[in-house]
Protein backbone atom coordinates (compact mmCIF):
# COMPACT_ATOMS: atom_id res chain seq x y z
CA UNK A 1 0.00 0.00 0.00
CA UNK A 2 1.03 3.46 -0.50
CA UNK A 3 0.62 6.84 1.31
CA UNK A 4 0.11 10.22 0.77
CA UNK A 5 3.00 12.48 2.21
CA UNK A 6 1.28 13.62 5.03
CA UNK A 7 1.60 17.45 4.97
CA UNK A 8 2.48 18.89 8.58
CA UNK A 9 0.91 20.49 10.45
CA UNK A 10 1.13 22.92 13.98
CA UNK A 11 -0.60 21.66 16.65
CA UNK A 12 -1.84 23.89 19.54
CA UNK A 13 1.31 25.18 21.53
CA UNK A 14 1.20 27.41 24.68
CA UNK A 15 1.48 31.26 24.91
CA UNK A 16 5.14 32.17 24.42
CA UNK A 17 6.08 35.96 24.76
CA UNK A 18 9.63 36.60 23.17
CA UNK A 19 11.58 37.04 26.37
CA UNK A 20 11.78 35.57 30.05
CA UNK A 21 8.94 37.01 32.34
CA UNK A 22 9.53 39.35 35.00
CA UNK A 23 9.14 38.00 38.90
CA UNK A 24 5.14 38.87 38.94
CA UNK A 25 4.27 37.39 35.41
CA UNK A 26 6.02 34.59 36.27
CA UNK A 27 4.08 34.04 39.55
CA UNK A 28 1.10 34.65 37.90
CA UNK A 29 1.81 31.96 34.75
CA UNK A 30 2.89 29.69 37.24
CA UNK A 31 -0.61 29.40 39.06
CA UNK A 32 -2.39 30.08 36.15
CA UNK A 33 -0.52 27.40 33.74
CA UNK A 34 3.36 26.93 33.62
CA UNK A 35 3.84 25.90 30.86
CA UNK A 36 3.43 29.89 29.93
CA UNK A 37 6.75 30.65 31.72
CA UNK A 38 8.40 29.59 28.19
CA UNK A 39 9.52 32.23 25.85
CA UNK A 40 11.21 32.01 22.62
CA UNK A 41 14.60 32.67 24.12
CA UNK A 42 13.90 29.04 25.86
CA UNK A 43 13.72 27.36 22.64
CA UNK A 44 16.71 29.32 21.07
CA UNK A 45 19.34 28.84 23.83
CA UNK A 46 20.54 25.92 25.20
CA UNK A 47 21.65 27.57 28.38
CA UNK A 48 19.86 30.26 30.77
CA UNK A 49 21.10 30.53 33.60
CA UNK A 50 21.18 33.40 36.23
CA UNK A 51 20.22 35.06 39.48
CA UNK A 52 16.23 35.64 39.76
CA UNK A 53 14.06 36.92 41.83
CA UNK A 54 13.20 33.44 43.40
CA UNK A 55 17.01 32.59 43.31
CA UNK A 56 19.56 30.59 41.14
CA UNK A 57 17.68 28.87 38.49
CA UNK A 58 19.21 27.41 35.31
CA UNK A 59 16.85 26.28 32.20
CA UNK A 60 18.78 23.32 30.42
CA UNK A 61 18.39 22.24 27.02
CA UNK A 62 21.76 20.94 26.08
CA UNK A 63 21.78 17.14 25.62
CA UNK A 64 25.13 17.06 27.09
CA UNK A 65 24.37 19.13 29.93
CA UNK A 66 20.82 16.96 30.48
CA UNK A 67 22.87 13.99 30.62
CA UNK A 68 25.60 15.22 33.46
CA UNK A 69 22.14 16.59 35.95
CA UNK A 70 20.24 13.18 35.22
CA UNK A 71 23.39 10.68 35.22
CA UNK A 72 27.49 11.84 34.95
CA UNK A 73 26.45 13.56 38.36
CA UNK A 74 22.66 12.44 39.18
CA UNK A 75 24.20 11.91 42.99
CA UNK A 76 24.42 16.13 42.80
CA UNK A 77 20.96 17.37 42.19
CA UNK A 78 17.82 16.42 44.59
CA UNK A 79 14.39 16.83 43.53
CA UNK A 80 13.48 20.51 44.58
CA UNK A 81 11.64 22.08 47.50
CA UNK A 82 8.61 23.44 45.22
CA UNK A 83 8.09 19.87 43.57
CA UNK A 84 8.54 18.00 46.81
CA UNK A 85 5.65 20.53 48.31
CA UNK A 86 3.29 19.93 45.62
CA UNK A 87 3.92 16.26 45.30
CA UNK A 88 4.30 15.27 49.26
CA UNK A 89 0.97 15.87 50.20
CA UNK A 90 -0.02 13.07 48.50
CA UNK A 91 2.48 10.71 47.67
CA UNK A 92 4.40 10.74 50.73
CA UNK A 93 7.60 9.13 50.74
CA UNK A 94 6.80 6.96 47.97
CA UNK A 95 8.96 6.16 44.89
CA UNK A 96 8.93 8.95 43.07
CA UNK A 97 9.39 11.61 45.88
CA UNK A 98 11.37 10.12 48.29
CA UNK A 99 15.20 10.82 48.76
CA UNK A 100 18.68 8.79 49.48
CA UNK A 101 18.99 5.72 51.01
CA UNK A 102 15.03 5.62 51.22
CA UNK A 103 14.79 6.11 47.64
CA UNK A 104 17.41 3.31 46.53
CA UNK A 105 16.19 0.81 48.90
CA UNK A 106 12.36 1.36 47.83
CA UNK A 107 13.85 1.23 43.97
CA UNK A 108 16.00 -2.34 44.85
CA UNK A 109 13.16 -3.72 45.87
CA UNK A 110 10.16 -2.61 43.42
CA UNK A 111 12.64 -3.17 40.36
CA UNK A 112 12.01 -6.84 39.69
CA UNK A 113 8.40 -5.59 39.22
CA UNK A 114 9.36 -3.76 35.87
CA UNK A 115 11.80 -6.16 34.58
CA UNK A 116 11.17 -6.41 31.23
CA UNK A 117 9.83 -9.85 31.14
CA UNK A 118 7.44 -9.30 34.16
CA UNK A 119 6.48 -6.44 31.98
CA UNK A 120 5.65 -8.89 29.10
CA UNK A 121 3.79 -11.12 31.01
CA UNK A 122 0.91 -8.46 32.35
CA UNK A 123 0.51 -8.33 28.54
CA UNK A 124 -2.74 -10.42 28.23
CA UNK A 125 -4.32 -8.58 31.40
CA UNK A 126 -3.40 -5.14 29.60
CA UNK A 127 -5.08 -7.09 26.02
CA UNK A 128 -8.32 -8.13 28.05
CA UNK A 129 -9.00 -4.51 29.66
CA UNK A 130 -8.12 -2.93 26.35
CA UNK A 131 -10.14 -4.99 24.05
CA UNK A 132 -13.40 -5.34 26.96
CA UNK A 133 -12.84 -1.16 26.79
CA UNK A 134 -12.52 -0.97 22.81
CA UNK A 135 -15.90 -2.57 23.12
CA UNK A 136 -17.76 -0.48 24.92
CA UNK A 137 -16.29 2.18 23.18
CA UNK A 138 -17.40 0.74 19.63
CA UNK A 139 -20.65 -0.14 21.08
CA UNK A 140 -21.98 3.23 20.81
CA UNK A 141 -24.24 4.49 18.03
CA UNK A 142 -22.27 6.31 14.97
CA UNK A 143 -21.99 9.77 15.98
CA UNK A 144 -22.05 9.41 19.30
CA UNK A 145 -19.41 12.04 21.65
CA UNK A 146 -17.29 11.06 23.87
CA UNK A 147 -14.95 12.48 26.46
CA UNK A 148 -11.76 10.69 24.94
CA UNK A 149 -9.74 12.00 28.22
CA UNK A 150 -12.10 10.48 30.48
CA UNK A 151 -12.23 7.36 28.47
CA UNK A 152 -8.48 7.16 28.66
CA UNK A 153 -8.17 7.75 32.17
CA UNK A 154 -10.63 4.82 32.89
CA UNK A 155 -9.12 2.32 30.98
CA UNK A 156 -5.34 3.01 32.50
CA UNK A 157 -6.94 2.76 35.75
CA UNK A 158 -8.33 -0.40 34.90
CA UNK A 159 -5.17 -1.59 33.36
CA UNK A 160 -3.39 -0.82 36.89
CA UNK A 161 -6.32 -2.92 38.27
CA UNK A 162 -5.93 -6.19 36.56
CA UNK A 163 -1.83 -6.08 36.67
CA UNK A 164 -0.22 -4.17 39.41
CA UNK A 165 -3.47 -4.24 42.31
CA UNK A 166 -5.00 -7.50 41.02
CA UNK A 167 -7.89 -7.58 44.03
CA UNK A 168 -8.66 -4.09 42.77
CA UNK A 169 -8.53 -0.69 43.84
CA UNK A 170 -11.93 -0.92 46.32
CA UNK A 171 -13.39 2.25 44.72
CA UNK A 172 -14.85 2.53 41.38
CA UNK A 173 -12.12 3.85 38.62
CA UNK A 174 -14.38 6.81 37.84
CA UNK A 175 -14.19 8.06 41.57
CA UNK A 176 -10.07 7.84 41.28
CA UNK A 177 -10.52 9.66 38.34
CA UNK A 178 -12.47 12.76 39.77
CA UNK A 179 -9.98 12.54 43.09
CA UNK A 180 -7.10 12.72 40.83
CA UNK A 181 -8.10 15.32 39.00
CA UNK A 182 -9.06 17.66 42.12
CA UNK A 183 -5.86 16.70 43.53
CA UNK A 184 -3.97 17.95 40.30
CA UNK A 185 -6.28 20.98 40.31
CA UNK A 186 -5.59 22.28 43.88
CA UNK A 187 -2.71 20.87 45.81
CA UNK A 188 -0.98 20.17 42.09
CA UNK A 189 -1.22 24.04 41.64
CA UNK A 190 1.82 25.82 42.36
CA UNK A 191 1.11 28.30 45.10
CA UNK A 192 3.60 31.52 44.94
CA UNK A 193 4.23 30.93 48.36
CA UNK A 194 5.68 28.00 47.45
CA UNK A 195 8.15 29.49 45.14
CA UNK A 196 8.90 32.07 47.17
CA UNK A 197 9.96 29.78 49.70
CA UNK A 198 7.24 30.63 52.42
CA UNK A 199 7.27 28.22 55.47
CA UNK A 200 5.00 25.28 55.45
CA UNK A 201 3.06 26.84 57.93
CA UNK A 202 1.22 29.53 55.77
CA UNK A 203 -1.67 27.89 54.95
CA UNK A 204 -1.91 27.37 50.95
CA UNK A 205 -5.42 27.63 49.37
CA UNK A 206 -5.02 24.82 47.40
CA UNK A 207 -3.99 22.49 49.84
CA UNK A 208 -6.65 23.30 51.95
CA UNK A 209 -9.01 22.70 49.33
CA UNK A 210 -7.36 19.53 48.57
CA UNK A 211 -8.24 17.92 51.49
CA UNK A 212 -10.87 16.37 50.66
CA UNK A 213 -9.47 14.02 47.89
CA UNK A 214 -6.14 12.97 50.42
CA UNK A 215 -8.71 11.71 52.48
CA UNK A 216 -10.44 10.39 49.95
CA UNK A 217 -6.76 8.20 48.79
CA UNK A 218 -6.41 7.82 52.95
CA UNK A 219 -9.38 5.48 52.75
CA UNK A 220 -9.32 3.72 49.46
CA UNK A 221 -5.52 2.57 50.50
CA UNK A 222 -6.59 1.25 54.02
CA UNK A 223 -9.57 -0.98 51.72
CA UNK A 224 -6.97 -1.70 49.45
CA UNK A 225 -4.56 -2.86 52.30
CA UNK A 226 -7.19 -4.36 54.51
CA UNK A 227 -8.45 -6.78 51.86
CA UNK A 228 -4.96 -8.49 51.10
CA UNK A 229 -4.37 -8.62 54.41
CA UNK A 230 -7.48 -10.37 55.02
CA UNK A 231 -6.94 -12.27 51.59
CA UNK A 232 -3.36 -13.80 52.93
CA UNK A 233 -4.78 -14.10 56.72
CA UNK A 234 -7.16 -16.71 55.51
CA UNK A 235 -4.42 -18.69 54.27
CA UNK A 236 -5.31 -18.25 50.35
CA UNK A 237 -2.15 -17.60 48.18
CA UNK A 238 -1.76 -13.80 47.34
CA UNK A 239 -1.58 -13.01 43.39
CA UNK A 240 2.14 -11.97 42.38
CA UNK A 241 1.36 -8.12 42.26
CA UNK A 242 2.92 -4.81 43.05
CA UNK A 243 0.44 -5.24 46.60
CA UNK A 244 1.68 -8.38 47.20
CA UNK A 245 5.56 -7.07 46.69
CA UNK A 246 4.81 -3.74 48.71
CA UNK A 247 3.66 -6.11 51.56
CA UNK A 248 6.88 -8.26 51.08
CA UNK A 249 9.35 -5.75 50.00
CA UNK A 250 12.13 -6.61 51.85
CA UNK A 251 15.13 -4.42 50.63
CA UNK A 252 17.71 -7.47 49.00
CA UNK A 253 20.22 -5.64 51.24
CA UNK A 254 19.32 -4.72 54.03
CA UNK A 255 16.23 -7.06 54.37
CA UNK A 256 14.61 -4.03 55.81
CA UNK A 257 10.39 -3.88 54.82
CA UNK A 258 8.71 -0.85 54.17
CA UNK A 259 7.72 1.00 56.90
CA UNK A 260 3.19 1.21 57.27
CA UNK A 261 3.91 5.11 56.23
CA UNK A 262 5.99 4.35 53.25
CA UNK A 263 3.93 1.61 51.76
CA UNK A 264 0.62 3.52 51.88
CA UNK A 265 2.82 6.15 49.68
CA UNK A 266 3.93 4.06 47.14
CA UNK A 267 0.01 2.84 46.66
CA UNK A 268 -1.12 6.27 46.07
CA UNK A 269 2.47 6.89 43.88
CA UNK A 270 1.60 4.16 41.73
CA UNK A 271 -1.94 4.42 41.26
CA UNK A 272 -0.90 8.30 40.18
CA UNK A 273 2.05 7.94 38.73
CA UNK A 274 0.77 5.25 36.68
CA UNK A 275 -2.32 6.01 35.44
CA UNK A 276 -2.39 10.30 34.43
CA UNK A 277 0.32 9.82 32.74
CA UNK A 278 -0.35 7.45 29.95
CA UNK A 279 -3.83 8.69 29.98
CA UNK A 280 -2.46 12.38 28.76
CA UNK A 281 -0.23 10.52 26.39
CA UNK A 282 -3.07 8.20 25.02
CA UNK A 283 -5.48 11.13 24.53
CA UNK A 284 -2.89 13.39 23.13
CA UNK A 285 -2.38 10.44 20.04
CA UNK A 286 -6.14 10.47 19.55
CA UNK A 287 -6.43 14.32 18.97
CA UNK A 288 -3.12 14.20 16.68
CA UNK A 289 -4.38 11.44 15.01
CA UNK A 290 -7.78 13.23 14.74
CA UNK A 291 -5.88 15.72 12.88
CA UNK A 292 -3.54 14.32 10.24
CA UNK A 293 -6.04 12.13 8.32
CA UNK A 294 -2.41 10.82 6.13
CA UNK A 295 -1.11 9.67 9.77
CA UNK A 296 -4.22 8.21 10.74
CA UNK A 297 -4.96 5.93 7.74
CA UNK A 298 -1.18 4.69 7.87
CA UNK A 299 -1.75 3.78 11.88
CA UNK A 300 -4.95 2.28 10.54
CA UNK A 301 -3.77 0.32 7.95
CA UNK A 302 -0.72 -0.92 9.98
CA UNK A 303 -3.36 -2.48 12.51
CA UNK A 304 -5.62 -3.89 10.13
CA UNK A 305 -2.53 -5.88 8.52
CA UNK A 306 -0.39 -6.73 11.92
CA UNK A 307 -2.11 -6.21 15.01
CA UNK A 308 -3.95 -9.70 15.77
CA UNK A 309 -6.58 -9.05 18.84
CA UNK A 310 -6.70 -12.09 19.88
CA UNK A 311 -2.76 -12.46 20.31
CA UNK A 312 -2.15 -11.64 23.76
CA UNK A 313 1.32 -10.60 23.47
CA UNK A 314 3.30 -7.27 23.44
CA UNK A 315 3.02 -5.71 20.14
CA UNK A 316 5.47 -2.73 20.04
CA UNK A 317 7.87 -4.54 16.90
CA UNK A 318 4.88 -5.22 14.84
CA UNK A 319 3.14 -1.48 15.02
CA UNK A 320 6.14 0.39 14.81
CA UNK A 321 4.03 3.56 12.57
CA UNK A 322 1.80 3.31 15.77
CA UNK A 323 4.51 3.66 18.29
CA UNK A 324 6.12 6.86 16.61
CA UNK A 325 2.73 8.64 16.91
CA UNK A 326 2.76 7.84 20.03
CA UNK A 327 6.38 8.70 20.83
CA UNK A 328 6.02 12.08 19.06
CA UNK A 329 2.67 12.84 20.71
CA UNK A 330 4.85 12.48 23.97
CA UNK A 331 7.79 14.93 22.03
CA UNK A 332 4.90 17.70 21.93
CA UNK A 333 3.26 17.33 24.93
CA UNK A 334 4.85 15.49 27.29
CA UNK A 335 2.87 14.42 30.08
CA UNK A 336 5.71 14.90 32.66
CA UNK A 337 6.48 18.73 31.23
CA UNK A 338 8.56 19.85 33.96
CA UNK A 339 11.61 18.24 35.36
CA UNK A 340 13.32 19.94 37.85
CA UNK A 341 16.03 19.29 40.46
CA UNK A 342 18.61 21.79 42.60
CA UNK A 343 22.59 21.25 42.75
CA UNK A 344 23.45 20.21 45.90
CA UNK A 345 27.21 21.76 45.43
CA UNK A 346 28.74 23.92 42.72
CA UNK A 347 28.67 22.81 39.12
CA UNK A 348 29.43 23.32 35.82
CA UNK A 349 26.84 22.86 32.93
CA UNK A 350 27.73 23.25 29.54
CA UNK A 351 30.57 25.83 30.42
CA UNK A 352 28.30 27.87 32.90
CA UNK A 353 29.04 27.90 36.57
CA UNK A 354 26.05 26.42 38.49
CA UNK A 355 26.48 27.52 42.18
CA UNK A 356 24.97 25.55 45.01
CA UNK A 357 21.84 25.89 45.98
CA UNK A 358 20.69 26.38 41.65
CA UNK A 359 17.36 24.84 40.72
CA UNK A 360 17.96 23.26 37.33
CA UNK A 361 15.23 22.79 35.15
CA UNK A 362 14.98 20.69 32.19
CA UNK A 363 11.71 20.74 31.01
CA UNK A 364 10.60 18.30 28.39
CA UNK A 365 8.04 20.56 26.91
CA UNK A 366 10.84 23.11 26.13
CA UNK A 367 13.71 20.09 25.05
CA UNK A 368 11.29 18.52 23.10
CA UNK A 369 10.66 21.54 21.24
CA UNK A 370 13.97 23.05 20.98
CA UNK A 371 14.86 25.06 17.95
CA UNK A 372 18.21 23.73 18.00
CA UNK A 373 17.49 20.22 18.41
CA UNK A 374 14.51 19.47 16.16
CA UNK A 375 13.84 20.11 12.50
CA UNK A 376 9.93 21.78 12.35
CA UNK A 377 10.00 21.85 16.24
CA UNK A 378 6.57 22.63 16.63
CA UNK A 379 5.08 20.58 13.52
CA UNK A 380 3.81 16.88 14.26
CA UNK A 381 5.39 15.10 12.06
CA UNK A 382 6.11 11.26 13.58
CA UNK A 383 8.44 10.05 10.87
CA UNK A 384 11.27 11.39 13.02
CA UNK A 385 10.60 8.32 15.34
CA UNK A 386 10.23 5.59 12.52
CA UNK A 387 13.18 3.19 12.47
CA UNK A 388 15.93 4.35 11.19
CA UNK A 389 15.41 7.85 11.72
CA UNK A 390 14.57 7.49 15.64
CA UNK A 391 18.28 6.21 16.36
CA UNK A 392 19.99 9.79 15.41
CA UNK A 393 17.43 11.38 17.98
CA UNK A 394 20.22 11.98 20.71
CA UNK A 395 18.94 10.13 23.98
CA UNK A 396 18.88 13.34 26.13
CA UNK A 397 17.16 15.46 23.98
CA UNK A 398 14.15 13.14 24.58
CA UNK A 399 13.16 12.54 27.51
CA UNK A 400 9.57 12.05 28.06
CA UNK A 401 10.32 9.31 31.10
CA UNK A 402 13.32 11.22 32.51
CA UNK A 403 17.10 9.81 32.89
CA UNK A 404 19.44 7.83 34.45
CA UNK A 405 18.69 6.04 37.81
CA UNK A 406 15.60 7.98 38.71
CA UNK A 407 14.25 7.11 35.33
CA UNK A 408 10.53 6.09 34.94
CA UNK A 409 10.11 2.81 36.17
CA UNK A 410 7.41 2.07 34.53
CA UNK A 411 8.57 3.33 31.36
CA UNK A 412 8.25 0.10 29.19
CA UNK A 413 4.92 -0.67 30.68
CA UNK A 414 3.45 2.59 29.51
CA UNK A 415 4.80 2.04 26.47
CA UNK A 416 3.51 -1.70 25.80
CA UNK A 417 0.03 -0.54 27.90
CA UNK A 418 -0.16 2.52 25.48
CA UNK A 419 0.27 0.28 22.36
CA UNK A 420 -2.57 -2.00 23.27
CA UNK A 421 -4.85 0.50 24.00
CA UNK A 422 -4.35 1.90 20.86
CA UNK A 423 -4.27 -1.25 18.87
CA UNK A 424 -7.98 -2.22 19.91
CA UNK A 425 -9.29 0.79 19.57
CA UNK A 426 -8.01 2.25 16.74
CA UNK A 427 -9.02 -0.92 15.25
CA UNK A 428 -12.35 -0.82 16.31
CA UNK A 429 -13.16 3.00 15.63
CA UNK A 430 -12.35 6.32 14.06
CA UNK A 431 -12.10 9.49 16.47
CA UNK A 432 -12.83 12.82 15.06
CA UNK A 433 -12.67 16.24 17.00
CA UNK A 434 -16.16 16.95 18.71
CA UNK A 435 -16.44 20.51 15.91
CA UNK A 436 -15.66 23.41 17.96
CA UNK A 437 -14.23 21.88 20.90
CA UNK A 438 -11.82 24.29 21.90
CA UNK A 439 -7.71 22.26 22.41
CA UNK A 440 -5.59 24.32 24.98
CA UNK A 441 -3.13 22.43 26.98
CA UNK A 442 -2.49 23.03 30.51
CA UNK A 443 0.06 22.06 32.82
CA UNK A 444 -1.26 20.75 36.50
CA UNK A 445 1.15 18.09 37.27
CA UNK A 446 0.41 16.71 33.48
CA UNK A 447 0.40 18.35 31.19
CA UNK A 448 -3.57 18.10 30.14
CA UNK A 449 -6.05 19.65 27.81
CA UNK A 450 -7.37 22.43 29.39
CA UNK A 451 -10.80 21.70 28.08
CA UNK A 452 -10.86 17.70 27.93
CA UNK A 453 -11.20 16.12 24.52
CA UNK A 454 -14.74 15.77 23.31
CA UNK A 455 -14.45 13.07 20.28
CA UNK A 456 -17.17 12.18 17.52
CA UNK A 457 -16.65 8.23 17.12
CA UNK A 458 -17.59 6.19 13.84
CA UNK A 459 -17.20 2.32 13.61
CA UNK A 460 -14.66 0.96 11.41
CA UNK A 461 -15.55 -2.16 9.54
CA UNK A 462 -11.71 -2.27 7.72
CA UNK A 463 -11.02 -4.92 9.99
CA UNK A 464 -10.36 -7.89 8.03
CA UNK A 465 -11.59 -10.40 11.03
C1 LIG B 1 3.33 7.76 29.40
C2 LIG B 1 3.41 7.41 30.66
C3 LIG B 1 4.44 7.90 31.64
C4 LIG B 1 5.26 9.00 31.59
C5 LIG B 1 5.38 10.04 30.49
C6 LIG B 1 6.05 9.00 32.82
C7 LIG B 1 7.03 9.93 33.12
C8 LIG B 1 7.87 9.84 34.20
C9 LIG B 1 9.01 10.70 34.43
C10 LIG B 1 9.46 11.84 33.54
C11 LIG B 1 9.61 10.30 35.58
C12 LIG B 1 10.88 10.88 36.21
C13 LIG B 1 10.59 12.04 37.12
C14 LIG B 1 11.86 12.77 37.54
O1 LIG B 1 12.96 12.42 37.14
O2 LIG B 1 11.74 13.76 38.29
C15 LIG B 1 8.82 9.22 36.11
C16 LIG B 1 9.08 8.55 37.29
C17 LIG B 1 8.27 7.57 37.81
N1 LIG B 1 7.22 6.94 37.18
FE1 LIG B 1 6.51 7.36 35.34
N2 LIG B 1 5.67 7.92 33.57
C18 LIG B 1 4.71 7.21 32.89
C19 LIG B 1 4.10 6.05 33.28
C20 LIG B 1 4.31 5.41 34.49
C21 LIG B 1 3.70 4.17 34.90
C22 LIG B 1 2.75 3.33 34.04
C23 LIG B 1 4.12 3.94 36.18
C24 LIG B 1 3.80 2.79 37.10
C25 LIG B 1 3.09 1.75 36.78
C26 LIG B 1 5.00 5.02 36.55
C27 LIG B 1 5.61 5.16 37.78
C28 LIG B 1 6.66 6.03 38.03
C29 LIG B 1 7.39 6.06 39.29
C30 LIG B 1 7.09 5.23 40.52
C31 LIG B 1 8.41 7.02 39.14
C32 LIG B 1 9.50 7.39 40.15
C33 LIG B 1 10.75 6.59 39.84
C34 LIG B 1 11.94 6.91 40.75
O3 LIG B 1 12.13 8.06 41.12
O4 LIG B 1 12.68 5.96 41.03
N3 LIG B 1 5.12 5.88 35.50
N4 LIG B 1 7.78 8.94 35.25
Redesign the pocket.
Known amino acids: MTFAVAPLFRPPAAKRGKTPMGALGTLAALARNPLEIWSDLHFERPMLVGKTYFGWRAVVSDPAAVRRV?LDNAANYR?DAV?LRVLRPGLGN?????EGET?KA??RA?APL?SPRQVASFAPAMHRVARAHADSIAAHRDGAVIAADEEMGLV?LK??EQ??FSQGLAREASQFQQAVTRYFNTIGRISPLDVLGAPDFLPRLGRIRGKESLAFFAAAVNDIIGARRALIASGATAPDD?LTLLLRAADPETGRGLSEEDLRA?IV??IG???E??A???TWTLYLLSQSPAWRARVEAEIDAHFDASDESDPTEKLPVTKAVFEEA?RLY???AN???EAIAEDWLAGHRIPAGTVVLTP?YVLHRHKTLWRNADDFDPSRFLPGEREKIDRYAY?????????????A???Q??LIVLAHLLGRVRLDLFPGHPVGLQQRI?LRPTHGMRMVLRPRTARPD
Open positions: FKQGLLTAWQRLFAVLTLLNTFAGHTTNALMPPALSRPIPFGAGPRVCIGQFAMEGT
